[in-house]
């Protein structure tokens, strides 16, 4: 399946929340085409960074995932393990941006504070145990 847990997400005077979120991407890594693409595997910053190391579950199998943000700081963390860390606004942040499919889209990952989201691509998926918590 494809999924996804979008961050960020400035308001709703866009009609697709990945114009101005960010995302963290939950996906079947073996069975979905998406796959194929290292940067929209499971815990990847969507078209932007892969989780390195890849630690996904198999499919069937409960990951426990953490996004944390910090000021402009983002960390992506998959079953126990720090899979993405980056600077928004860094050279290398706006480097990434620049070469993805998000470059046309002047609002993407500029919010301060957001909604979250959770994507439907119509695959199944479910989430369980969701907590929020400022830092």
Do not use: C
Not at 39 to 63: K, Q
Request: avoid cysteine; proline fraction near 3%.
């Amino acid at each position: 399946g494809n999924s996804g847990v979008f961050y960020l997400v400035k308001d709703e005077t866009e009609n697709t929340a990945w114009r101005t979120g960010i995302e963290m991407q939950v996906l079947d890594n073996e069975g979905h085409a998406d796959g194929k693409i290292r940067t929209h595997r499971a815990g990847a910053l969507y078209d932007l960074i892969a989780a390195d190391p890849e630690t996904v579950h198999s499919p069937g199998e409960w990951n426990d995932a953490l996004i944390r943000v910090n000021d402009n700081h983002i960390e992506h963390w998959l079953n126990g393990v720090k899979v993405i860390s980056i600077e928004r606004g860094s050279d290398e942040w706006n480097k990434l941006v620049a070469a993805s499919k998000f470059a046309d889209m002047p609002g993407f990952g500029k919010s301060a504070a957001g909604y979250i989201v959770l994507q439907d691509h119509g695959d199944p998926v479910w989430y369980r145990n969701i907590r929020v918590r400022e830092l």
